[in-house]
Nanobody, 123 residues
Framework: VQLQASGGGLVQPGGSLRLSCAVS????????IGWFRQAPGKEREGISC????????DYADSVRARFTISRDTAKNTAYLQMNNLKPEDTALYYC?????????????????WGQGTLVTVSS
């Protein structure tokens, strides 16, 4: 099983990025996907999840109404669209997959993890 996160980069405040999480070795419709981030000196934060069916999603208050999680089952890829980015969004972003159906932003819920992709929001 491999999760490959990509799409990070340097963006100005107010800008947008779309992160991708390409999944291999498992079928995306059967797994809950979570997005997490960790800023320097801070604990990992669960910011969004998408339930196996894709119909239920959840967001941390810090990103609600700015970030959108989605999935493309044909491409076996999950996405995190990030709009109106703020300097406090700067972090290493990770995607993770869980066979359990519950949408959770708790990292212990997830078995499979991708490597991080760095997002830097700065002028």
């Amino acid at each position: 099983v491999q999760l490959q996160a990509s799409g990070g980069g340097l963006v100005q405040p107010g800008g947008s990025l779309r992160l991708s999480c390409a999944v291999s070795g498992l079928r995306l419709p059967n797994y809950t996907i979570g997005w997490f981030r960790q800023a320097p000196g801070k604990e990992r934060e669960g910011i969004s999840c998408s339930q196996r069916s894709g119909y239920r999603t959840d967001y941390a208050d810090s990103v609600r109404a700015r970030f959108t999680i989605s999935r493309d089952t044909a491409k076996n890829t999950a996405y995190l669209q990030m709009n109106n980015l703020k300097p406090e969004d700067t972090a290493l972003y990770y995607c993770a997959a869980a066979a359990r159906g519950l949408c959770s932003r708790d990292g212990s819920h997830y078995r499979f993890w991708g490597q991080g992709t760095l997002v830097t929001v700065s002028s």
